[in-house]
């Protein structure tokens, strides 16, 4: 019941400030390369190679070619027609990146070979693809008490999203494909990507 009321609380920004939303941002941004240069839990030290990949591919999926470039390009493409690569790149960019960041990072942090992070890229393109559009879908068919967050705003901005594109049952087909592709990528893989199956699945129930 606890863990219910957790999901059901309001975003950062409405308790606290749009402002002090964006700088809570910003700290814990430069808190995740500061915890990154530390020492792992069992308190040994990260082979300098590695942490550096880690530390490369954070910087790019969180800043202009990333997640800020997706973001900037969702902004400018309000009140626009929707185009489906315009499109494609602000959900690639806006959300995919770092969900694709965060799955491959402990690879990269255990010296993963090229073919696994192959597969974790495509796996993580995918469902952060899939989030996106679930996300987009939410924004009409959700409630504000669920969402934590003003429900239709995307409509009241005129978002280019995959809805407003395809339509809703579409859309929830495209993002089925996605979870289903995703999810396949990871057959090289055995029980140990047993969590990464589970998110995706539930990526197609959630409600918030």
């Known amino acids: 019941m606890n863990i219910f009321w957790e999901i059901l609380k309001p975003t950062n920004h409405k308790v606290f400030g749009e402002a002090i939303a964006i700088l809570a941002g910003d700290a814990l941004l430069t808190e ?12 040994k030290k990260l082979k300098p190679t590695y942490l550096m990949n880690a530390i490369i591919e ?3 999926a969180a800043g202009a070619c990333g997640m800020v470039g997706g973001q900037v390009q969702d902004i400018l493409s309000e009140s626009s027609e929707p185009d489906i690569n315009t499109l494609y790149f602000i959900h690639l960019h806006k959300t995919a990146a770092l969900i694709k960041a965060s799955v491959r990072i402990g690879a990269i942090l255990a010296g993963a070979r090229r073919n696994k992070l192959k ?20 924004d009409i068919e959700g409630k504000t008490e669920e969402l934590g967050k003003s429900a239709g705003s995307d409509i009241k901005k005129n ?6 594109l395809i339509g809703i049952e579409e859309s929830r087909k495209k993002a089925q494909d996605l979870v ?29």
């Open 32 to 43: 995740s390369f500061l915890m990154m240069t530390g020492t792992t839990s069992n308190g």
């Open 58 to 60: 954070i910087a790019s």
């Open 119 to 138: 597969v974790l890229t495509r796996y993580g393109e995918n469902i952060g693809l899939a989030f996106q559009i679930i996300d987009d879908i939410l």
């Open 159 to 164: 978002k280019m999203t995959y809805p407003s």
């Open 180 to 208: 289903y592709e995703g999810v396949d990528a990871l057959r090289i893989f055995s029980f140990e990507a047993d969590p990464l199956r589970e998110i995706a699945r539930y990526l197609l129930k959630r409600r918030t």
